[in-house]
């Protein structure tokens, strides 16, 4: 009889079908105390799960969420939940238990003799890929995506000199070869593929999926940046998504701003100073 009982996985708990008609400011607390590492999960099963929330008092406050044939039930022991409205920790709670779904899908009896029956060639070394990152002004705000180039077109260890893969992209017209990076992210199969790139590639994906009808992305960008300072990042357009190198400063720094002639235009510059 439990068996009959619907799955929490990623595909059946998705924040953006579960979250319907919450309001911005919500969202955005919610996702902050998300993104602060607030939420921690403490029961787990197949259609229900446990989780506390810290936040502005000192005792932690409990969600309970629970999926049934039709819906999701959540339900959460502060003022706003004990009324019966949505809260902030029901917000963090959702994309938590999303987050951590995604990272650990569930074991199921069809999915190992799925594995079992699936042949899964090895890949080979030269469909090894290098990640990039551009940076995108898309219908007036700015994302953050991450994409990847086969090794094969560049030349032996360009992509370990920002500078000589900036040029080789230039030169052989790279950027229209990029594909854009979904999960699961076998970091594996990327020559530069580091710890702060894959959380970068993670985050960028789990906006892009749970926020997109919400939230503004470029929120977003502010917590994607500090992670790639070991990483490469072009400014680029969804059509030409590298056009020119980016370099992140793990120094805080003061913009400048400069009105400028040139060739007989007014020309607006901004520098960092670090």
Not at 34 to 61: D, H, M, W
Not at 211 to 238: C, H, M, Q
Request: hydrophobic share 35%; net charge positive; proline share 5%.
């Amino acid at each position: 009889m439990p068996d009959t009982l619907p799955m929490l996985t990623a595909e059946t708990f998705i924040p953006s079908e579960i979250l319907g008609g919450v309001d911005n400011r919500t969202m955005m607390k919610g996702r902050n105390l998300f993104y602060q590492g607030r939420c921690q999960i403490k029961s787990l099963e197949r259609n229900r799960a446990q989780l506390t929330v810290q936040g502005s008092q000192v005792n932690p406050y409990t969600v309970r969420m629970q999926l049934k044939v039709d819906r999701a039930l959540i339900s959460c022991d502060c003022f706003l939940g004990e009324i019966g409205a949505i809260c902030k920790h029901m917000v963090a709670s959702t994309y938590a238990l999303y987050d951590h779904l995604q990272r650990h899908p569930p074991v199921t009896w069809e999915n190992v003799i799925q594995d079992a029956l699936e042949v899964k060639p090895r890949r080979a070394a030269t469909h090894r890929q290098a990640l990039l990152f551009s940076l995108q002004e898309r219908y007036s705000t700015w994302q953050i995506l991450a994409c990847s180039v086969p090794t094969a077109r560049f030349s032996e260890g360009a992509w370990n000199d920002p500078e000589t893969l900036e040029r080789e992209v230039r030169e052989k017209g790279l950027s229209r070869e990029t594909r854009e990076v979904r999960p699961p992210y076998d970091m594996r199969r990327f020559v530069n593929g580091t710890e702060s790139a894959a959380a970068a590639a993670q985050l960028i994906y789990l906006t892009q999926r749970a926020y997109y009808y919400y939230s503004d992305k470029s929120s977003t960008v502010e917590s994607v940046l500090p992670l790639l300072a070991d990483n490469i990042l072009f400014r680029g357009t969804e059509a030409d998504p590298l056009q020119r190198l980016l370099h992140v400063s793990r120094q805080p720094a003061l913009p400048e701003i400069s009105l400028e002639r040139e060739n007989g235009q007014l020309r607006l510059r901004a520098h960092a100073l670090l």
